[in-house]
């Protein structure tokens, strides 16, 4: 389909590796099958910055991905259209910890960041951003990441009101 529709701006793979810079395209198609693409989201990362597939084949790289990075708890999620777009937390709702103050926020908490610099609000995207990232250089964590880190975790609750203060000092 990029060859067809979007040929002013896509070359394919093999094109490229014939005359590699000669071009004026924008966009190199590099085509994988599945399980390639699971060995190359996680060995060759700097060779994507977009992967476009199935919705299925897209959740589970996707969760590969969030894998590398401390897990669903933390990947925000978004689809983009044209006219509309939805942010997500990537996880879903997490239903069997529904009640338990022990998710993480963190997934939600990005997307809508992203939502915020999406509709053009970057100044309250950035404090939301640089909150939570401080609080994960402080080791302010849930139970997700306590437990790779190996320090105490922090309730659903108390997250959420460690970068809320960290929200609070920086727009002071």
């Not at 996880?91 to 939600?108: E, R, V």
């Not at 992203?114 to 250089?137: F, P, Q």
């Amino acid at each position: 389909m990029a060859k067809e529709e979007f040929r002013d701006y896509t070359v394919t793979e093999d094109e490229y590796n014939a005359s590699p810079g000669t071009a004026s395209w924008k966009v190199v198609i590099k085509d994988r099958i599945t399980d390639n693409m699971f060995q190359q989201v996680l060995t060759r990362t700097s060779d994507y910055d977009v992967i476009a597939t199935t919705n299925l084949n897209g959740d589970y790289l996707s969760d590969a991905i969030a894998a590398q990075v401390g897990g669903l708890g933390i990947a925000p999620g978004a689809n983009i259209g044209d006219v509309y777009a939805i942010f997500e937390a990537v996880h879903g709702t997490a239903p069997k910890y529904a009640g338990m103050d022990i998710a993480n926020p963190t997934s939600l908490i990005l997307s809508g960041s992203m939502m915020l610099r999406h509709i053009g609000w970057t100044e309250a995207s950035d404090i939301i951003e640089a909150a939570v990232a401080e609080c994960y250089r402080e080791q302010k964590v849930t139970q997700d990441l306590a437990r790779i880190l190996n320090v105490k975790s922090l309730k659903c609750s108390e997250f959420g009101e460690e970068v809320i203060k960290r929200m609070k000092n920086s727009s002071s």
